[in-house]
């Protein structure tokens, strides 16, 4: 028979500590561009700007990651209308709930 007791383990992990826009190089805590939250209600702040590419399988595989932090007001006002000026169409989604 074994007898289990509990013992204290430390374990060490990471988070975002602050995120800097690559454009106007504004810096908000943690990764959220300063969104908040509490127990009733959040708010949502978040863009991506990114790609990746590679290949994998069970035995192993290779991507890359390109990413850019881009805040949302950069977003809005610089990274939208020069994406529109080259032709582009953003694609625009609303949820209601
Ligand atoms: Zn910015």
Request: with cysteine.
């Amino acid at each position: 028979m074994k007898e289990i007791t509990e013992i204290k383990v430390e374990k060490t992990s990471t988070r975002v500590k602050s995120t800097m826009c690559d454009l106007c190089e504004v810096v908000f805590d943690g990764e959220d561009w300063g969104a908040w939250s509490s127990h009733y209600s959040h708010e949502i702040k978040s863009t991506s700007v990114k790609m990746e590419t590679g290949n994998g399988g069970r035995s192993g595989g290779h991507i890359r990651h390109v990413s850019f932090d881009i805040c949302p007001e950069c977003f809005s006002k610089k990274l939208v209308p020069t994406l529109k000026a080259m032709g582009a169409t953003p694609t625009v989604k609303v949820s209601d709930w």
